[in-house]
């Protein structure tokens, strides 16, 4: 596919094709795993059995249904009932309408073929890989630097197409991506993130890799068995040890080797950080309750637990004054250290950013830039799009989205007013003409891996099945089931059902002694036989998951070209999604941009 392919007639065909599919199955999406029983969820919406939707899962081959059943019904719901009656045909409808199916994704390998050949840069060939590689393992794990590396070349390329040699990333973070882009491709990039506390990391360690950029640059290699390592001078590493004990016996930094994982509260799928154990697959919940992550096959790319983004408004007098003060600070700082690093340049700066930001005020030195975001929580992957639209030094524009969540949403019926009355989604002129919305629970499901899932096979729902009968007792017996409290995910702690129960009634500060251990056992043991549904329902979110962030995501490919000045837009997957699920980048070049 060409990255000019898809216009934004056929685009708006292929959303229309999406609302279409997820207006009769969102509803699935949106019930809520906490009152799937109090609900009866299984009954409400389905007219087919568990068996009959893990059977279809666990086979390549398509249930038999009977053909008057689905000439009564549409992507397998009966027109009447508005019930599943056909498993399959659900299965490839949604199938049909995720990204892959709807074929409007551009291969990272295409873009880079595009923008190369458009800027006249003769072409790598596959296996070449540059003898001054940087491959960074001590500061990133895995994933991120799967991520870091892909994306990175991306945007250098979108630099060289421009003809630019700045970058901006918005929601910066600790700066993974910004000190890769620096050191290996020699750009000079402005880090912007909300928390002073991530803009203090990243400085800390961009300050420690530039002490080691001459050792990487030498002795770095290519990534092997699908993890980075680099072979390092034994000298440099005993410096680097030496370097690490001098400065209060640090080892690897914890906080930057986290690994991504989803836990449960209240019956909702939420993100947590996990620490690596030197096993990498066992991990510990640094979630202050100490819970362990739920569904462990459902995990998501997840990226970093995202920081507070406190509005300027919100920030006190002081406390903006502290701000400027330390990046005018970093600034200075940086210019020091930059006179001495071969024209390696990075500036983490900590500012709230929106559409309507002035980034000069930010960054004074500021020319035409590449505007990046990795994994841009929320409502600020559309503030960046936005952004760079109305930002006229902004040549070029590659965002990873993520926490579709935390999205505000305009046309939800029980959303909340944003203080600007500018909202996440849709953020498009043809989703907004038609009032679309998702729901915060279809979301939620948004942010499930398929691919995962698949790969790891069965879904252990325990945890989620605890809740849901919790549930049951709470209305049964107190008047709490609709309590502001949160239960929070207490099963790790747990030692059975009966203790659970007990956690979570003395954490929602009810009187846990009016039930027996028999009485909350009977509960168990009541809904026990009913556990399969809430497993074959989940498999159903899981399925509808690609659709919902489909959408989301054609959405913001649709608001690009919509707009005058933007002349190549495209969707491109960038990652590999069993290693980052959210694996999909909205690029962006400007008609002003190099022809």
Known sequence: MAVADVTLDALKRKLDEVQRFLHISLSIANAHTVDFYTHDVWSQFMAVTPEDVLTCFGSTNDLKMAPEVKEKATFGFCNESKKLVDVSALVKAAKDRSLPGLGVCLSRTDLLK?????????????????????????????????????????????????????????????????????????????????????????QERNRKLRKFSRAYQRHGRAIEAGCPTVSQPQDSREKEVESRHSEGG?????????????????????????????????CDSVNPDGENPFLSALSLDVVETPSPRVPPSELSMEERERRKRENLERKAQNAKANGSNNGITFSPLTSYITAETELQEIVPELEDAVLVGLHTCGDLAASTLRMFVAKRELNALCSVGCCYHLLSE????????????????????????????????????????????????????????????????????????????????????????????????????????KLSDSIIQGYHDQYKPRMNEMVAFNMLKVTLAPCIEGLILLDRLCYLKEQENVRVSALVQLFDPLRSPRCYAVVGVKTSGKT
């Not at 050949?117 to 003898?131: F, H, L």
């Not at 209240?266 to 697959?281: A, F, I, Q, R, S």
């Not at 209305?475 to 203790?499: I, L």
């Open 250 to 282: 640090e080892r690897r930094d914890i906080e930057e080797k986290k690994n991504e994982r989803m836990i449960q509260k209240d019956g909702v799928l939420e993100e947590c950080h996990l620490l690596n154990k030197p096993d990498e697959d066992s």
């Open 410 to 513: 305009e046309f939800e019926p029980t959303r909340q007013e944003c203080e600007n009355g500018i909202y996440g989604f849709p953020v498009s002129q043809y989703l907004r003409g038609q009032a679309c919305f998702c729901g915060r629970n279809a979301r939620m499901s948004a942010c499930l891996a398929l691919e995962r899932v698949t790969v790891g096979g069965g879904l252990p729902m325990e945890s989620l099945f605890y809740r849901a009968v919790l549930h049951v007792i709470l209305q049964d017996h107190y008047d709490a089931h609709k309590s502001e409290r949160r239960v929070g995910n207490v099963y790790s702690k747990a030692s059975s059902f009966v203790d659970y129960v007990r956690r979570a009634l003395r954490k929602l500060q009810l009187d846990d002694s």
């Open 114 to 202: 595009y923008l190369r050949a458009a800027g006249g840069e003769r072409q790598v060939e596959k296996g070449e890989t540059p003898d001054d590689i940087i491959v960074p393992d001590e500061f990133m794990n895995c994933k991120k630097a799967h991520e870091v590396q892909a994306m990175s070349e991306v945007v250098s390329s979108l630099a060289k197409h421009c003809e630019v040699k700045q970058v901006i990333d918005v929601g910066s973070g600790k700066g993974y991506l910004c000190t890769y882009l620096s050191m290996q491709y020699l750009l000079q990039v402005f880090g912007i993130d909300s928390s002073a506390t991530n803009t203090h990391g990243a």
